[in-house]
């Protein structure tokens, strides 16, 4: 089961092979083996790094099985 590294949420759509959207905070994120990477979606599409913006105050706890 995976959920969102952001909020805990199971609110989650599989948008690519290792890629995931939350619908409860409109962040993308990939998970590959434990190397999560958080992207906050812009208005246009785009995606930034969200680890720029909250300064490593997330917590990133894979949840196995
Ligand atoms: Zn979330």
New binding site residues.
């Given amino acids: 089961m995976t959920t ?6 199971r ?2 759509g599989k948008v690519g092979a290792d890629q995931y959207y ?6 993308e994120f990939t998970v590959r083996d434990q190397d999560i990477r958080i992207f906050n979606v812009e208005s246009d599409g785009t995606l930034t790094l969200y680890d720029d913006l909250i300064q490593g105050t997330v917590n990133l706890e894979v949840q196995k099985g």
Wanted: proline content about 7%; aromatic content about 8%; glycine content about 14%.
């Fill in positions: 969102c590294p952001v909020c805990g949420q609110g989650i939350c619908w409860d905070c409109c962040v």
